[in-house]
């Protein structure tokens, strides 16, 4: 038996000193600068990807700047980098400016009702076309008939609401209005839908973090937050009713996971037309409706951005494949919400159409597939050599 | 030795004319790119671009009025210049006229230092500090006193307006204003104010009658160049004006939010979908942003000539 052992380590050592080095040698053999550019909601994600990509793959670099989803669209327009992140889906212009982009989603992000009811905790009741007269500025008090209705047993205090929202353009703004648009005629015909709409009343704060520091700080203030910054900032949110009308959801990353899942299977595959796709209102009990997907465009044929090689674009490949499977992991943490299996099987079909030149790009480089061949087969060989099992003996 | 002094004399030459030149070319790209880039939303809008009021950027219902930004650039602009300048002037009259020789030089480098501070800094802390402030002690008086009645002192006041927005400025334009108003009130030469002097005038009447009208072009050169500052100023009253936007910004209250040009530009730039009549409408704010400071300016020189004409004698004294 310890024969067996000692040669089976022996084994191991010879079959693994050279995957090692040979992932050494690849490492060290050519280095590549992956460039991305646009959304800043899903930067510290991107951040984190980078570093932990990189400590796997030492010759690759991300170079991302995170300078707002429209001027990221624009480089992308201009071939000038490998890939953008956008909050909001290509509209139709934009997709006749990048003929071949494909829109692969990469992260989901709730939109919370954030306020500051002094004695109020989190969990006031709200409605979708509550939310939509309040902001559309018809519901101008805190006790208002429509409020009280739907919160009995809660002492709602006889004060003016003060509306924040943003005043830079942002996906924040497309989804919470793509929102408001799908579940109130009224908002819909007055304000409709857009990274930067007509306010009929309110004050605009520029950012995530200029809206919660109006609200933190204003008394009675309401407004509309993206889920991971209220989190971090402790805020007191709103719970908002489903689709069914069944339930009062309270925003989580778990239920913001269940309205994305309810809506995979109708999103159209990543090389057509996404400008109608919303996410916000999904069927379930579960389901927390104002949601909305971010996503990365990349060219379906690689060669047309500037500077562009066979083996960078297998490397940008990668990386994108990367960010869907094994990155997804780390999304939770930084209070993203993961991607569920529906909507990676979009992202993997479209990747898989991924070309240079007409030429298909291989989803692992060929060193790659080697050092995997070489260590899955010295696994193999181990196991049997020594009797190891795969499955423990009971 | 003749030679080589005609050669850099040449060089000289040359060099001095290209340093002129960049000025204008710049100048020139600037208003070729402003007009091309916006020509767009002119071609839509026609006049109603500065006139009206309406400014919505949704897909199918784009329509551009810039008339509340202009409005409230000009009212921003023009409370902070009513608070700095009076302000602005006594500083430098105590520090030319009245302040001990050992306070003038601290005082003087405080202030300038004042001027130092980056824009982001007053913001910041505009916004995390100061509006508390403004809105406790100055706009719930007022309110509570006037209530919505009264038109400049409608709305609900809590701090993020027009009034903290000019207030804050109006601190951010001091300390140009002070410091190039006391460097001119010294440069009168004393034997003005020994004459006034001579004649039994008082401290005040030296002022009004020896230093005011010797330097009455180089203070309103002064003004100018705080006016400047708070047209063009962008961070700082971005984070406090309040942002709102189309007919909602126009700035009919002091405690209702308001949106500058600057600050549209600043707030909506970089997701304007490109090539779209939204980013030309922001670069036709561009254009009309430089044309406004353009107007200033040639205003500015207009009155600095006439001042200096009905004051030859005392220039050329």
Redesign the interface.
């Known amino acids: 038996m310890t024969n067996k052992v000692i040669m089976g380590l022996t084994l191991m050592l010879i079959l693994i000193v050279p995957t090692m080095s040979l992932h050494a040698s690849a490492q060290t053999s050519q280095s590549y600068t992956i460039t991305g550019a646009g959304s800043t909601f899903v930067f510290p994600l991107m951040d984190t990807w980078r570093v932990e990509y990189n400590k796997i793959h030492q010759n690759i670099n991300l170079n991302y700047q995170s ?5 990221g ?2 480089l992308l ?1 201009q071939k000038s980098v490998d890939f953008a992140a956008s909050d909001a889906p290509l ?1 139709v ?2 997709a006749a ?1 990048a003929p071949g982009a494909l829109t692969l989603p990469d992260s989901i992000g709730g939109i919370t009702i954030a306020y500051n009811l002094p004695g109020i905790d989190k969990g006031l009741k709200l409605t979708g076309p509550v939310i939509a007269q309040i902001f559309l500025g018809n519901i101008t008090s805190w006790n208002d008939p429509a409020l009280v209705s739907l919160n009995p047993g809660v002492n709602l205090p006889s004060q ?1 609401i ?1 509306i924040a929202h943003r ?4 996906g924040t703004t497309y989804a919470f209005t793509d929102y408001l648009s799908k579940v109130s005629p009224d908002w819909k015909s007055k ?16 950012g995530n973090a ?1 809206v919660a ?2 609200v933190k ?2 008394p009675y ?1 309401i407004g509309y937050i993206e889920l991971a910054y209220v989190f971090q900032n402790k805020m007191t949110y709103a719970f908002v009713q489903n689709a069914d009308g069944t339930s009062f959801v309270e925003p989580t990353i778990d239920t913001v996971a269940a309205d994305a899942a309810a809506a995979g299977s109708n999103l159209p595959a990543a090389d057509s037309d996404w400008s109608q796709v919303s996410i916000v209102n999904q069927p379930g009990s579960n389901s927390y409706p104002i949601s909305t997907l971010t996503y990365v465009m990349v060219y379906k044929d690689l060669s047309v951005v500037n500077g562009e090689t066979q083996d960078r674009s297998n490397e940008v490949v990668n990386f994108l494949n990367y960010i869907v499977h094994d990155g997804q992991q780390y999304a939770s943490g930084l209070l993203y919400v993961p991607l569920p299996d529906a909507i990676k099987k979009i992202d993997e079909d479209g990747l898989a159409k991924v070309t240079f030149n007409g030429g298909a790009v291989p989803e692992f480089g060929p060193i790659s597939i080697l050092v995997l061949a070489i260590a899955i087969m010295s696994i193999i060989a181990v196991s049997y050599k020594t009797g190891f099992r795969f499955n423990p003996k009971i | 030795m003749k030679k080589g002094s005609s050669i850099t004399d040449k060089i000289f030459k040359y060099v001095a004319i290209g340093a002129a030149t960049y000025v204008l070319v710049i100048i020139v790209l600037i208003v070729i790119n402003l007009t091309t880039g916006s020509a767009q939303v002119w071609q839509k809008e026609g006049i109603s671009f500065l006139t009206g009021s309406d400014w919505n950027s949704v897909d199918g219902r784009e329509s551009y009025g810039a008339a509340p930004y202009i409005m409230g650039t000009l009212v921003n602009a023009g409370i902070a210049m009513a608070i700095a300048i009076p302000l602005s002037f006594g500083i430098a009259m105590f520090l030319s006229e009245l302040a001990p020789k050992l306070l003038r030089t601290p005082l003087a480098m405080v202030i300038e230092l004042l001027a130092a501070i980056p824009s982001v800094v007053y913001g910041l802390w505009g916004l995390l500090v100061f509006r508390t402030y403004i809105q406790n002690w100055i706009e719930i008086p007022l309110h509570n006193l006037f209530g919505d009645q009264s038109i400049i002192f409608a709305g609900t006041p809590f701090g993020l307006d027009i009034l903290t927005a000019s207030i804050v400025l109006a601190i951010m334009i001091i300390p140009t204003i002070a410091s190039i108003s006391k460097e001119i009130m010294l440069a009168v030469p004393n034997s003005q104010r020994e004459a006034a002097y001579m004649l039994g005038a008082t401290k005040w009447e030296v002022f009004r009658i020896a230093v005011l009208p010797y330097s009455k072009s180089g203070l309103i050169g002064a003004i100018i160049l705080g006016l400047g500052r708070a047209v063009g100023e962008t961070m700082a009253v971005t984070m406090l004006i309040g942002n709102a936007t189309g007919a909602a910004a126009f700035p009919s209250s002091l405690f209702g939010p308001g949106q500058t040009l600057s600050s549209i530009m600043a707030n909506e730039f970089a997701e304007a979908s490109q090539g779209g009549l939204h980013l030309a409408a922001l670069i036709g704010i561009g254009l009309i942003l430089f044309l406004l400071a353009f107007a200033i300016n040639v205003i500015a020189h207009l009155l600095v000539a006439k001042v200096i004409k009905s004051h030859e004698g005392a220039v050329l004294a």
């Open positions: 300078i707002g989803s429209g001027a669209i624009k327009e509209s212009s934009e400016q003016k003060i005043s830079d353009g942002s304000v409709g839908e857009g990274k930067t709409v007509p306010w009929p009343v309110g004050t605009g704060g520029s200029g520091t109006i700080s204003t203030a």
